[in-house]
């Protein structure tokens, strides 16, 4: 017979009864691959004048119990591949950097049921509740790898400043890469703390924004009037196509350049007006992007 899907099975059922059983290779039956004409019983035929001349490409068939491993195997890998992929986006979850599609592709899972997932959800996590205080949006964004690569630059320069301040000995050119180190190890730290920002927007009366930003239990209070703002929703970054979501205020003396509050970086446009629809549905409302 040829081999099949459920070849073993008819072989552990034929085997006891027949004298000999052999396997034909599919591949290699090259007579009924070339044959224009297919059906069960011009197949059976070509592989019994393959048999009677003793041209059949027998295949390997391997014990019951080899067989049985084998699936086995196969059964627990995939456990195994289902349990690292749960594991994976709790992590996430826990990490605060949610399940978008781009970082677990960037990881290397792109499994159906993963991807199903990572289309249900947001690259960056937000709650609207209703307060005494009025309506409160609490947007969150933790860029960790934007975190991890500037605390390692900061720590970099600030140990360079260090070293250039302890071998200055009236030596000018060290004396000039002291400042230029400690710049560099401040715009570090300015990402670093940049990178972990967590804003909440409370929205106390038909006038007045409160925008409060935190970091680690350092926080700073804005009150904004809604007349400054000019749009909330999808932008990009200045001279720049990276995408994100602010808040753009408005310049009376110039027009021409307003400014903006960065809440998320990253996103797409898709999931941020899916964003302002589910905020707008629950009564914060703010003028919104074009």
């Given at each position: 017979?040829?081999?099949?899907?459920?070849?073993?099975?008819?072989?552990?059922?034929?085997?006891?009864?027949?004298?000999?059983?052999?396997?034909?290779?599919?591949?290699?039956?090259?007579?009924?691959?070339?044959?224009?004409?297919?059906?069960?019983?011009?197949?059976?035929?070509?592989?019994?004048?393959?048999?009677?001349?003793?041209?059949?490409?027998?295949?390997?068939?391997?014990?019951?119990?080899?067989?049985?491993?084998?699936?086995?195997?196969?059964?627990?890998?995939?456990?195994?591949?289902?349990?690292?992929?749960?594991?994976?986006?709790?992590?996430?979850?826990?990490?605060?950097?949610?399940?978008?599609?781009?970082?677990?592709?960037?990881?290397?899972?792109?499994?159906?049921?993963?991807?199903?997932?990572?289309?249900?959800?947001?690259?960056?996590?937000?709650?609207?509740?209703?307060?005494?205080?009025?309506?409160?949006?609490?947007?969150?964004c933790y860029r960790w790898k934007v975190f991890w690569i500037s605390l390692?630059?900061?720590?970099?320069?600030?140990?360079?400043?260090?070293?250039?301040?302890?071998?200055?000995?009236?030596?000018?050119?060290?004396?000039?890469?002291?400042?230029?180190?400690?710049?560099?190890?401040?715009?570090?730290?300015?990402?670093?703390?940049?990178?972990?920002?967590?804003?909440?927007?409370?929205?106390s009366s038909p006038s007045e924004l409160r925008?409060?930003?935190?970091?680690?239990?350092?926080?700073?209070?804005?009150?904004?009037?809604?007349?400054?703002?000019?749009?909330?929703?999808?932008?990009?970054?200045?001279?720049?196509?990276?995408?994100?979501?602010?808040?753009?205020?408005?310049?009376?003396?110039?027009?021409?350049?307003?400014?903006?509050?960065?809440?998320?970086?990253?996103?797409?446009?898709?999931?941020?007006?899916?964003?302002?629809?589910?905020?707008?549905?629950?009564?914060?409302?703010?003028?919104?992007?074009?």
């Amino acid at each position: 017979m040829e081999a099949t899907m459920f070849t073993g099975w008819i072989y552990d059922h034929l085997k006891p009864q027949a004298a000999a059983l052999k396997v034909a290779h599919p591949l290699m039956l090259r007579a009924i691959a070339a044959e224009k004409k297919k059906n069960d019983h011009i197949d059976a035929d070509k592989i019994c004048d393959c048999l009677r001349c003793d041209f059949l490409p027998e295949c390997y068939m391997a014990s019951t119990a080899i067989r049985e491993r084998r699936r086995i195997l196969r059964y627990r890998n995939l456990l195994v591949r289902q349990v690292e992929e749960f594991l994976l986006v709790t992590g996430l979850r826990i990490l605060g950097l949610g399940c978008n599609r781009r970082l677990i592709d960037s990881i290397g899972s792109s499994d159906s049921e993963l991807n199903l997932l990572a289309d249900d959800t947001h690259s960056f996590k937000y709650d609207i509740r209703k307060t005494r205080d009025g309506v409160r949006l609490g947007i969150c964004c933790y860029r960790w790898k934007v975190f991890w690569i500037s605390l390692l630059w900061t720590m970099t320069w600030a140990l360079a400043a260090a070293k250039a301040l302890s071998a200055w000995d009236k030596n000018y050119f060290i004396f000039l890469c002291i400042p230029f180190c400690a710049l560099l190890a401040g715009l570090g730290a300015f990402n670093v703390v940049n990178s972990l920002l967590s804003h909440t927007l409370t929205l106390s009366s038909p006038s007045e924004l409160r925008v409060r930003s935190s970091f680690f239990g350092l926080s700073k209070t804005r009150s904004i009037t809604l007349s400054d703002i000019s749009s909330f929703g999808f932008g990009h970054f200045s001279h720049s196509l990276t995408p994100m979501l602010r808040l753009e205020l408005r310049n009376p003396r110039d027009p021409r350049r307003s400014k903006w509050i960065e809440f998320a970086r990253g996103t797409t446009e898709r999931e941020v007006d899916a964003f302002l629809q589910d905020v707008e549905a629950q009564g914060f409302r703010l003028p919104r992007s074009c």
